[in-house]
């Protein structure tokens, strides 16, 4: 079975210095590797993906996440922190079964992340 | 930016009552997905569809039920609200073939 963890519920980062928000997975195929953020009392937002190709993927908002694959990781990060970064971060995987359908997305903890000024 | 809307935003009802959440995208994904949330939890998948009169359970047992009578809307119901039933209830939807899943903006639902 699929499974992704995020082993820090809270990171706090100062303003202007670097984040990383950490996500490890665990699949028996090839992931598919998913960001997303969530704003106080709002739907999730899709940040970055991770199919295939390069292992460090960027995305929305100078957000970068990078694939490990004999780490099997894949955490968010951002050379410099803003306090609006201040929100939720879900890591979402999804892998393939044997017949080659995908399985449905299975989603982290999450992780608050507050940017302090 | 993803056409994914929820309708009521926010909702306080009585114990015993009916509500229906609405769910309705303009993207004509045939794919449908209700997630239930707990502030600041994982999300859980509670429903999903593949399209037009398909519709399956997901991992986390509900006791809501939805439908798939048309590919742009998916409202799930709750035929007797509860306390244990407070939450939030975020609807997304995805293309056939596409990776990427996008949300609406979430239902707050508080039985009270």
């Known amino acids: 079975a699929q499974s992704v963890a995020q082993p820090e519920d809270q990171v706090n980062v100062a303003e202007g210095n670097p984040l990383t928000v950490k996500c490890t997975y665990s699949v028996s195929g090839n992931p598919y590797l998913f960001w997303y953020v969530q704003y106080p009392n709002r739907g999730l937002q899709f940040l970055l993906k991770?199919?295939?190709?390069?292992?460090l993927v960027k995305g929305s908002y100078g957000f970068e996440a990078e694939f490990n694959k004999s780490q099997t990781s894949f955490h968010l990060k951002k050379p410099s922190a803003l306090v609006s970064d201040s929100a939720l971060y879900f890591c979402a995987v999804r892998d393939f079964l044997s017949s080659g359908s995908a399985r449905q997305l299975t989603f982290g903890s999450g992780t608050q992340l507050t940017v302090l000024p | 930016e993803a056409d994914i809307y929820q309708t009521p935003r926010y909702l306080v009802i009585g114990t015993g009552k009916k509500i229906t959440l609405e769910c309705s995208q303009t993207?004509?994904?045939?794919?449908m997905y209700w997630y239930q949330q707990d502030p600041g939890m994982e999300l859980h998948l509670i429903h999903y569809?593949?399209?037009?009169?398909?519709?399956e359970k997901g991992d986390l047992s509900s006791e809501s039920t939805v439908s798939r009578i048309r590919t742009e809307h998916f409202p799930l119901t709750l035929e007797s609200a509860r306390p244990s039933h407070t939450s939030q209830y975020l609807c997304?939807?995805?293309?056939?073939?596409?990776?990427?899943?996008?949300f609406g903006e979430g239902s707050w639902l508080t039985v009270v």
């Open positions: 997304a939807s995805s293309p056939t073939g596409g990776n990427t899943i996008y």
């Open positions: 993207m004509g994904h045939d794919k």
């Open positions: 569809s593949y399209g037009v009169n398909s519709t």
């Open positions: 991770y199919i295939t190709g390069d292992n």
